[in-house]
């Protein structure tokens, strides 16, 4: 009992501590007794380790955030990257469903760490990102390449006149014929053999009511003796479309087109397109 009273006498005991500033003002004293003191270190140690460790929880909070945001974002750009690959498979699909080349050309659509290895993932996905890239470029290509290739007859009728050497039907001079006569009824249509631009529409004397188209990649064509021509200078055009109608305009002697194939600035024959062997 006698050690209780000691212990409460010594923990009531006050202690002095002087306050002295540097300047002329009066020192200050204050009594606190040694339990405060002691409560005192304890409440700062108590708040200090609670302000650690919120510093540390923020700082871990902070650090799972950034890894949560690098993950959230590199699944985004991966789904993002697997919807543009079934977007490609399903046009290789489409591509590869019809069987012969025409065909796929005239269908073609030329309009994209943790324990996962994500680095590895994404450049397996890039690498195939890029042949699916090289792949549609090259059909792409192909099929300006196909669509620019004249194919198949300008008008319905039959050839009166073939390409190469000929008796004109006027003249009677032997001479080079540069395209084919097909004779058609008149006013029946004329239409373009491929995609291309209209570089001459009009009067050229005795090619009569001339249409010529250039194509690209080397290719342009003439339709001459057109009753009335149907484009005009800098249209473009597609395979199928109407240019002119049969007539007899200029240097003719019936109704008929005067149909001529160019590639790289020769005439060729006419017959190696229409009939597909190009």
């Known amino acids: 009992m006698q050690k209780t009273k ?47 460790s919120v ?19 590199q699944f985004l750009e991966m789904k993002s990257t697997m919807m543009t690959l079934k977007r490609a498979e399903s046009q290789f699909r489409k591509i590869f469903f019809f069987n012969s080349k025409e065909k796929i050309l ?5 309009s994209d760490n943790g324990s996962i290895d994500m680095e590895n993932l994404k450049f397996q996905l890039n690498s195939t990102m890029e ?23 300008p008008a319905d009728g039959r050839v009166t006149s073939v390409f190469g050497g000929r008796v004109h039907p006027k003249s009677g001079v032997n001479e080079f014929h540069s395209g084919i006569d097909i004779a058609s009824e008149p006013g029946r249509p004329v ?7 209209v570089i ?14 250039e194509h690209g990649f080397g290719f342009s064509t003439l339709y001459a003796h057109n009753k009335m021509v149907a484009v005009k200078l800098g249209q473009k055009v597609k395979r199928g479309d109407i240019i002119g109608y049969i007539g007899s305009t200029g ?3 019936g109704p008929h087109v005067h149909y001529e194939v ?11 397109y229409i009939d597909g062997r190009s």
């Open 131 to 153: 042949t699916i890239g090289e792949i549609r470029d090259y059909l792409s290509q192909q099929k300006d390449i196909y669509l620019a290739t004249p194919k198949g007859w």
């Open 106 to 110: 005239e269908n073609l659509d030329t």
């Open 55 to 73: 510093a540390i929880d923020a700082f871990e909070y902070r650090r799972m955030k950034e890894k949560l945001d690098y993950y959230s974002g």
């Open 6 to 52: 000691n212990l409460v006498k010594r923990a009531f005991t006050p202690i002095t501590i002087m306050l002295i500033p540097h300047s002329d003002a009066r020192s200050l004293r204050m009594k606190i007794p040694s339990i405060g003191v002691v409560a005192s270190v304890i409440l700062w140690a108590v708040g200090m380790m609670y302000v650690a």
């Open 200 to 213: 001459f529409s009009g009067w050229s004397g005795g090619n009569g009511n001339l249409v010529a188209i």
């Open 262 to 272: 160019w590639r790289s600035g020769k005439p060729v024959n006419p017959h190696t």
């Open 251 to 253: 240097n003719s002697t």
């Open 191 to 197: 239409r373009a053999t491929a995609d291309g631009i």
